[in-house]
């Protein structure tokens, strides 16, 4: 019975396949066209079920199906309905399966600058349910987004450099990092900050990693080719350090587009040679290969991104976009699963980056646009589109992004 909160059965029959789709119900109808109804119906619909003692008009599994579909900040109001619901939320096994969920709704994250009075603001782009703002003022900071991994975000703070914070901008819970015991004396090269930003959060443990990476000089002195990595640790609450030597270098891009995988944190080098890896399991950079058909020249440019939970490289030249998934991860065995015409967009692929994609579609970012392709349909799609003159273009501050219930604390 729904009063007993999640039921035994229900329980089991997720529990058998929590990555399954949704309930025969759920597919012969517009699931999000549903949801996205009049509240106060949608509410009064569902809540028949509590009142009349768990026989209602949807079964038990169908309506957790449902909830687990809704946006947080919806899911959060109707906490009010009902106890069940208030408690719905605080339930481990719930949590899992929403965050399950959410994992095939990829968005994108991106800071919209105005030239004009020196302002800028965060928006979310969502294939589902359009454009919204972001706001990240619970931080009380002035801060710019550094990495992003299964909806929580690391954030810098601009005006303190070396503070660090972890956040989830949906429940706006945030977490303050102690600072590491580096000497003052000792900065990362060249810009005082490191190098690489990675956040890895692991859904299933709840717990997550930070990574700053770089090269370091100590104050008077030219680097002397030291590669010094220190990753938090959530459930420690500290920071461990170890030291490598190497000699990499990475475009804008390549620092944006971390993945996490296997355990591991992922980028592309400039040279575009290979991809660089963090193993956090044992604290070991290593050296994956690429795709051995990936074709180098000019005007080919690489990227790295997350393909449904495994790497894959997109090309861009000219007339194409080729994706590569890593089927195997590890025996390094690439396979190509799309080759996507450009033609109809020719004028805009010089200055367009894809961003994020699922097996159904690819985001991407220009200048002032945000597009979306739909592999199905073979449709371009434009979600957005900056109004005013911009002072960066949008690609240069977008992150793959997903809403989700992980808590930083």
């Not at 367009?352 to 199905?376: C, E, G």
Request: glycine residues 4%.
């Amino acid at each position: 019975m729904l009063h007993n909160f999640l039921s035994l059965s229900v329980k089991k029959k997720l529990e058998k396949n929590p990555k399954a789709e949704p309930f025969l119900f759920l597919n012969s109808i517009n699931c999000t066209t549903f949801i996205w109804a009049p509240q106060i119906l949608f509410w009064f619909r569902l809540s028949i079920m509590d009142a009349s003692g768990g026989d209602g008009i949807f079964p038990e599994e169908v309506v957790i199906q449902i909830l687990a579909r809704l946006p947080v900040k919806s899911l959060f109001r109707s906490k009010t309905v009902c106890k069940l619901w208030y408690r719905l939320s605080l339930d481990k096994f719930f949590i899992q399966l929403y965050n399950e969920v959410s994992r095939k709704n990829h968005m994108i994250l991106v800071e919209v600058s105005d030239s004009s009075d020196s302002k800028s603001s965060l928006i979310c782009v969502d294939k589902l349910r359009g454009v919204s703002e972001f706001s990240l003022d619970f931080l009380n900071d002035r801060v710019k987004v550094r990495a992003s991994c299964n909806g929580l975000l690391c954030c810098s703070s601009i005006p303190d450099k070396g503070v660090f914070y972890v956040c989830n901008p949906v429940t706006r819970e945030f977490r303050l990092l102690p600072k590491s015991r580096e000497r003052p004396v000792t900065r990362f090269y060249p810009d005082g900050e490191a190098t690489l930003v990675g956040l890895a959060c692991d859904s299933t443990s709840q717990k997550f990693n930070v990574v700053l990476a770089g090269c370091h000089r100590t104050f008077g002195h030219r680097p002397d080719g030291s590669f010094i990595c220190l990753v938090f640790d959530s459930e420690l609450n500290k920071w461990r350090k170890f030291i490598s030597f190497q000699d990499d270098h990475f475009t804008h891009m390549n620092k944006n587009q971390v993945v996490f995988v296997n355990n591991a944190l992922h980028w592309l080098t400039v040279s575009s040679t290979y991809i660089l890896v963090l193993d956090l399991s044992c604290d070991i950079w290593r050296k994956k290969a690429l795709p051995y058909d990936l074709i180098y020249g000019m005007g080919n440019r690489i990227y790295l991104l997350d393909f449904d939970g495994c790497l894959s490289v997109i090309q861009i030249s000219e007339a194409w976009m080729n994706i590569w998934v890593l089927k195997d991860y590890w025996i390094d065995e690439w396979c190509m699963v799309d080759r996507v015409s450009l033609r109809c967009i020719r004028g805009m692929v010089p200055g367009i980056f894809p961003i994020s994609q699922t097996s159904d579609y690819v985001i991407l970012a220009t200048h002032k646009q945000v597009l979306v392709y739909h592999r199905k349909s073979q449709v371009w799609k434009e979600m957005y589109t900056v109004k005013h003159s911009s002072t960066l273009p949008l690609w240069f501050s977008a992150h793959a992004y997903r809403s989700t219930m992980f808590s930083c604390n």
